[in-house]
Nanobody, 121 residues
Framework: QVQLVESGGGLVQPGGSLRLSCAAS????????MGWYRQAPGKQRELVAS???????NYADSMKGRFTISRDSAKNTVYLQMNSLKPEDTAVYYC???????????????WGQGTQVTVSS
């Protein structure tokens, strides 16, 4: 079993900051990549940012310069620092990880349960 547990969501005013965390646990051989997606009401889930085991990062254009993704490989944890938050950033944020459970297992996708981020005055 593999679990992704997110924390750090909440209510913040426009222009404020939040830091999300996601820890992976369970039967894990290696993690290729971790990242964050978000889904606003009535919209499709979209990539926010991702980071590979080698440290390569990828951001959605609307998050560049405001959000920073980082990773602690020793703790199997990924972070998302969100600054200059806007009302349109309001969404449920989901943690994602591409994980190999054993040396011969395929790379599989795992998701967290989601954490609500609300940006409102």
């Amino acid at each position: 079993q593999v679990q992704l547990v997110e924390s750090g969501g909440g209510l913040v005013q426009p222009g404020g900051s939040l830091r999300l965390s996601c820890a992976a646990s369970g039967s894990i051989f290696s993690i290729y990549a971790m990242g964050w997606y978000r889904q606003a009401p009535g919209k499709q889930r979209e990539l926010v940012a991702s980071i590979t085991s080698g440290g390569s990062t990828n951001y959605a254009d609307s998050m560049k310069g405001r959000f920073t993704i980082s990773r602690d490989s020793a703790k199997n944890t990924v972070y998302l620092q969100m600054n200059s938050l806007k009302p349109e950033d309001t969404a449920v944020y989901y943690c994602h990880a591409a994980i190999r459970r054993t040396v011969v297992s395929p790379l599989l996708n795992y998701w967290g349960q989601g954490t609500q981020v609300t940006v409102s005055s």
